[in-house]
């Protein structure tokens, strides 16, 4: 994430009661427990269209933005925020879901497409680059392809997910504060290669 004294953690969700415990807000979900760990306090600000929070970490400064435009227009209060304090995309990792990736998958990435994904879709239109972290958390479930897309998205988590969410959760904020203090390629080495470890694990015992 660049060598720079500044790291911006970038949750996308939708705000309001209705989405707060959708699988489409666990990128929320995520920035808000980085936020209850280390007593940030995230704040409306309006110039952003976002909710923000700052912390010291390592010597860094650590930005937590979360859009307040809805997920389609995530990337306007990016854009706003990177452009108000001179920051670069190579300072961000944005948190998102992933209906490409099972439910408990996790991928980390320094670049790369937006996967169909209309919050990542956005980001890349105003950043005007695919240059940018993210950690796609994956919520695809059994069935999930007997729904409609905007539908299963927007629905809360099983019981089943919501007993193993807090573990998901707790994970990737350990991926972000290792991206505070580590090379993002050595994370990403780390959190990809036990992830396909799992994924083979698994496959094996379902043979």
Known sequence: ???????????????????????????????????????????????????????????????????ATYMNASGQALKRYLDYFHLSSQDVCVVTDDIALSFGEMRLRAMGSSGGHNGLKSIEQHLGTRQYPRLRLGIAGEHHQQRALEDYVLDEFSRAEREQLPLLIESAVDVLERLVTQDIERVMKDVNTRQEKENESNKNKSL
């Open 1 to 67: 994430m660049g060598d720079s004294k500044h790291k911006v953690f970038v949750g996308l969700g939708n705000f309001g009661k209705r989405y707060q415990k959708t699988r489409h807000n666990i990128g929320f979900m995520v920035t808000e427990r980085l936020c209850d760990r280390h007593f940030w306090e995230l704040k409306d600000v309006p110039r952003f269209k976002a909710k923000v929070a700052k912390g010291v970490m390592d010597d860094k400064t650590i930005h937590i933005l979360e859009p």
